[in-house]
């Protein structure tokens, strides 16, 4: 299953940093929140951290990877 998140789901953050969620932990770059500024509708993919060099598996922690943007509709309100 293929998880999103929002910028108002993530409570309209604004600063970098590491957050707690529901769902675990989130690791939000400088560079995911230019893309949160410019396009706050922007949707991105959670994905979650793979195993550390020591092979230890880091559950509930989450980077944002691929976003996506609206629709180009309806940045002129033609749902």
Do not use: C
């Not at 230019?34 to 880091?58: M, Q, S």
């Amino acid at each position: 299953m293929v998880t999103k998140i929002t910028w108002q789901k993530a409570g309209g953050i604004t600063e970098p940093g590491r957050y707690m969620y529901t769902f675990g932990w989130l690791t939000v770059t400088a560079e995911d929140l230019a893309i949160w500024k410019e396009f706050p509708d922007a949707t991105f993919t959670l994905v979650e951290l793979p195993a550390d060099d020591a092979g230890e598996f880091h559950a509930d922690e989450f980077h944002l990877g691929a976003f996506e943007l609206p629709h180009a509709a309806s940045f002129y309100g033609n749902a």
